[in-house]
Structures are given as C-alpha cells and as structure tokens.
C-alpha cells in the first residue's frame, strides 16, 4: 500500500512558476514509475510528465521544455518544476504511483494549479 501527498500548488501568473511536491509512504518507493497527471474541468486525466525507477523520462508534448520531473528516493519524494506556466496549464495535478505502466497504481488527492493573470 502506498499513499501519496501533493503540495505546492497555488494561483500563479501567466510566465511564472511553481514547483509540486509529493510524498509517498510505504515501502519499495525507488521501484515505482512515478508520475504527475492533471485533470481540467471537463476533461479527462492526462499524463504531465512520469519518471521511472532507471531515470526515464516522458513528458506530454505540451509542457516539454518547460516542465521537469525529479525523484529523491531516500526522501520518498517526486516534485514537478512547472516553468513558463500558461494558462492552459490550470488543472488539478495528482501523483502517481505505479509498478508497472499497465497497472492503475495508486494515487494522491490532487493539487490545484491556476494559471491566471
């Protein structure tokens, strides 16, 4: 059993920045393929960016370049680097995470980002 917590989301400007955070209990964290998803309203749960346990990296085409993804698996922790935030970025943002890429996983409550001058 895993539980995931997120923070660090908030109302930023368009261009500005924020960093998400999310702290995993449970045991085996450095095996799980970490991710970040987003959901807006009316729209379905997308993959932001996710992190494997070997150090792989996907990003949606949409945040690449401006987005990062990290993981401190002594700390139990992966965090989002959102920069050159836009609008269209405003969402709730939930932590996953999973054994396997097939697998639902486990996830936090979510986290909301507004993007708005």
């Known amino acids: 059993q895993v539980q995931l917590v997120e923070s660090g989301g908030g109302l930023v400007q368009p261009g500005g920045s924020l960093r998400l955070s999310c702290a995993a209990s449970?045991?085996?964290?450095?095996?799980?393929?970490m991710g970040w998803y987003r959901q807006a309203p009316g729209k379905q749960r997308d993959l932001v960016a996710s992190?494997?346990?070997?150090?792989?990296?996907n990003f949606a085409d949409s945040v690449k370049g401006r987005f990062t993804i990290s993981r401190d698996n002594a700390k139990k922790t992966v965090d989002l680097q959102m920069n050159s935030l836009k609008p269209e970025d405003t969402a709730v943002y939930y932590c996953?995470?999973?054994?396997?890429?097939?697998?639902?996983?486990?996830w936090g409550q979510g986290t909301q980002v507004t993007v708005s001058s």
């Open positions: 449970g045991s085996l964290f450095s095996t799980y393929i």
């Open positions: 996953n995470a999973r054994i396997h890429p097939t697998l639902p996983g486990y």
């Open positions: 992190l494997t346990s070997g150090g792989s990296t």
